[in-house]
């Protein structure tokens, strides 16, 4: 029992390890790709900027969540489950960087978002932090089963992204208020409101993508029919939840005319908890 212990102890720390390591190849990045804008250990150490620091959470965050696919399939041979946990950790990692190329250029578009950080949109960064652990919520349903192998994790991982994105320009399309004006403007209920949905629909994806892999027919099609479902219901249940967990007021209230986080924080708490609910009884 005690030799037990210590020998999954042991694997715990190795796998710990390799995370430990993709995150800290992660902060070399990001420093190596923002240091024309700006110095994000100073700006964090120093500045205080709470924008950059939930960038690098959301990343730091993304890579364990996206390995946690390839964890989840381990129990066999030990040192085939940590070659297998750096490789597919290697494709989470260039996974989250493409995330973040996807949030510049298309999710939160017409901003600089390197320059919004350094001057502390905090909007902009809680929506980074969403879609960067939807990402790696996306990447673990990807890599998470048998069958399929990295070529279809890279597929859905793509069927991801375009499911997030499809996300926001639905939100943006239904609701009476415009969520992307008021991030651009570091609106911070606005950023919750964005960054909270798009991470409510990252634990639906994740639901859609888990399992063994069956064949591309069906495995597209069931994901397709999945994800549009899940997506149509978090965004019908905008409604009730406005109407009978913030009593009295409303949403737009709160993102547009005077913003209020923490009525927002109500809302996205609820609307996560739900997602949970629908990815675990979607087929």
């Known amino acids: 029992m005690v030799t037990d212990l210590g020998i999954g102890v042991g694997q715990a720390v190795v796998f710990a390890a390799e995370a430990f390591v993709f995150m800290w190849l992660a902060k070399l990045v990001l420093d190596r790709r923002e240091r024309r804008v700006y110095s994000a250990d100073r700006q964090i150490a120093e500045s205080g900027n709470l924008a950059i620091a939930l960038r690098r959470a959301g990343v730091y965050l993304g890579v364990a969540v996206g390995m946690l696919g390839a964890l989840s399939g381990g129990g066999g041979d030990f040192l085939a489950d940590v070659l297998a946990t750096a490789i597919e950790g ?3 990692f260039v996974f989250l960087f493409v995330a973040l190329v996807v949030s510049d250029r298309i999710v939160v578009t017409g901003l600089d978002n390197a320059g919004a950080l350094r001057d502390g949109n905090v909007a ?3 929506v980074e932090l969403g879609i960067s652990v939807a990402t ?19 597929v859905f991982f793509a069927l991801g992204q375009v499911g997030l994105v499809l996300l926001t320009i639905a939100y943006e ?4 208020y415009h ?8 609106n911070v209920a606005a950023g919750l409101m964005l960054g909270g949905m ?8 994740n639901a859609c993508l888990s399992g ?7 495995d597209l099609t069931s994901f397709g029919a999945s994800a549009g479902a899940g997506l149509v219901v978090l965004l019908l249940l905008q409604w009730p939840i406005d109407r009978l967990f913030l009593p009295g007021t409303t949403l737009r209230h709160h993102i547009e005319a005077a913003p209020n986080p923490a009525a927002v924080a109500v809302a996205v708490s609820v ?10 009884v979607l087929p």
Do not use: C, M
């Open 136 to 154: 790696g919520l996306v990447a673990y349903g990807s890599f998470a089963g048998e069958g399929g192998g990295l070529a279809s994790a890279v």
């Open 198 to 205: 798009l991470l409510a629909f990252g634990f639906i994806l």
């Open 173 to 176: 399309r239904v609701t009476p």
């Open 179 to 186: 969520v992307l004006d008021g991030v651009r403007a570091g």
């Open 90 to 92: 290697a494709a989470v």
């Open 212 to 218: 063994r892999f069956v064949g591309w027919q069906q």
């Open 271 to 280: 609307k996560l908890a739900l997602a949970v609910v629908i990815g675990a």
């Open 124 to 126: 902009v960064g809680l």
